[in-house]
Each structure stands twice: as structure tokens, then as C-alpha cells.
């Protein structure tokens, strides 16, 4: 049965690749490529970013099962309904100051190993992806392909959430513990250095 | 692995697509592809088929054959239902792929009669975007069966690969996995939805 499954999966990708096969035009600088990269680095250059964001694995790590897979679940999606939001063009008020703090508390959640109920936590992380979501939507390049935007700002995001669990992975031994907590503690600094205009 | 080279070595020898201008002309090879592209390039319409191939089988790993019945009478609908729909059906379409991806994400049981409506609505949604307005005889057959082609080859995929891999790696990392790349198609179709709404 998984024999046929491989063999059909391998079928149809082939056939869909040959379908939607197009020239190639690599390298031009324009288009789907440039939008996508745009989109994957966008959270990743942002230091404000890239603490909150490893934060949420982090922390959902150590908040264990099922926080460690719902909060990476919710995070893209409200995060792009905060995105939708900056694209539409609706205002958030203090979007810089959200950002900043979201590297603050989640930071400290981690650094007092805080167990949040998981409804909390997720509101937690909710609030604080809209105000990530709507930076990212009002800073879109115009010159880029959105689609090709959208893919890798989503992307982008995952991986570091992905980086964020698999460094607390870590949380299974004492020592990785204090390591965890630790970062944790860089991740709130980080956080109150955009804050207080420091970064 | 000379079966895989075999199967992929037409790939480099595949031509440029045209698609959604419905141009192709006389030749039915180029007009099945042309259907078939429609369905596979587009994200609006593609991404919602995905998300649901991915829903149907977290719903069962058989979902797709299952529900397939269902999907292809919405297809059919869809083919009727094209010239009806007015311009901003496709981003209600778009709405509908966003709940899809919510509910394979976020639901650890889905309800059969959940997985059956989606599988209708989404083969219905696919068919009337990627037509267009266009009328059931309008175009040439051979691009409707482009698009019939196009719209269940994508769900297959999609559902035959989170099948393989929810069957070959019997492990919970493996279903959150496949519950995360739902997430991610969804988060894709929200800020798709944002652009559509806002003509970008």
C-alpha cells in the first residue's frame, strides 16, 4: 500500500511538474524570486523580529504537549491576519512598542519557566503575532510579486519558530534548562533594548 | 531509480505556460495544458485545493477517495456554476481555502460531514474561479478537461503525500507536522486574500 502510495506520489509530481513547467528566467531581479526572498528575510533581518519569534518555539517547548505545536499553529495564522490588516491598510496603534514587548515578556515567560495555561498562552502569542503580522504587511515592497512575498514572509517565519523548538529540545535536560532560561533572558534584553531606543 | 529518471526526464523538455488567457488555439494538447496550468499556477485557486487535500487525509488517510465522489459533483456544479459568479466570488473562494486551513490546523478530530462540505465547496470554488465567467461550452473541451485534470491532480498530491507520510511515519511529530504546513497555506491564502481585497 505505501509502495503504491510512493509510486503515485512520484507519478504526480512528475505530471505537475511537467505541466506547470515555464522558461527559465533566473537571475533577473524581478518577479516571484525577488518577492520571495523580500518575504524570507523580511523576519529574518529584523532583530526585534527574530527574538519573538524564536521565543514562541521556545517557549512552547518548554511548555511541552500540545503547546509546543499550537503555538507555532496559531502564530503564522494571526500573524497574517495581522499582515492582511497592514495591507488593507486598518491602523494598530504602538506597533513598534508591540513588538518590542513581545520580545520582552516572552523572554521572561521563558526565563521564569512560566506554565501558562495553554488558552493563555496562545492569546499571548496571538496578540503579540498581530503587531509582528501588521509590520510586515504595511513594510511590502510594491516592486515585488506578493504571492512570491507572502510565501517566503511565511516561511521565513516558520523556519525560525522551527529553530525556536528545536533549541528547546534542550529543556529535556537540567543543564539545557538553564540554557533555555537563559536565552530567555537575551531574548527579553533584546526586547527591551528596541523598547527603550537603545537598538 | 531509472523509473524515477524516466518518469522525470520529460521535464526538461517542457515548454513555457500561458495561462488564464485561453489562447491556446486549436491544438487540444496545448489547450488541456492550458486548463490544467490555470488550476496548478494560480495560488488563489491552487492553494485551497492543497489545504483541503491536506485536511482530508488528517480527516482519514483514505479521506481523498473517500470524499472524491463529492469533490468531483462540486467540480461539476462549478463547470455550470461559472458563468453565475461575479467578481468577488474569488475572494470568498479565498475565505474558504483560509477555513479549510484553520480547521485541518486547529481541529484534532474532523467531522466527516465537515470533510464532505469542504471537499464540495472546494471543487465547486475551483472550477467557477478558474473558468472565469466563461460558459460550460465556451471554451474547448479539451481545456475543461485541462481543468478538471489540473484541480484533481492537485488534491491527489496533496493528499496522497500527507497520506504517505502520515501512514509511513506513524508518529504525532508527523500529523503536527502536516497540521503546520495547513497552517502555513493558510497564513499564504490570508495575506492572498489581503492583496486581492486591496488589487495589489
Redo the contacts between chains.
Sequence with gaps: ??DR??A????????????????ANAHTGEGINSGFASGFWHPIYGWDHVVAMVAVGLWGAFLG?PAI?IL???F??V???G???G???VPIPMIETGIALSGVVLGLLIVFAVKAPIWAAAVIVGLFAIFHGHAH?TE?P?AFS??G???G???GT?LLHMAGVGFGVLTRSELGRYAVRGAGGVIALVGAAFLFGLA | MRRALAVLAPLGFAGPADAHAFSAGADSYAQFVEGASVILIYPAILLPILVLGLLLSLWDVDGLPKAWPIFLGGQFVGLFAAPLVGPGALSAFIGLGVATAALAALLSAIPRGVAFGLAGLTGMGALAMALEGHGLFELPTFTHLGLLFGTNLAAALAASLAGLVLVRFQADWVRIGVRVAASWIGAILLLTLAFELSGQ
Design positions: 500500500m505505501t502510495r510512493s503515485f506520489v512520484t507519478f504526480s509530481l512528475a505530471i505537475t511538474l511537467a505541466v506547470v513547467a515555464m522558461s504537549a505545536w507555532p499553529v496559531v503564522p495564522l500573524m497574517a491576519f499582515g492582511a490588516l495591507v488593507l491598510g504587511g511590502l510594491e506578493p504571492y512575498y507572502a510565501v514572509f511565511v516561511i516558520g
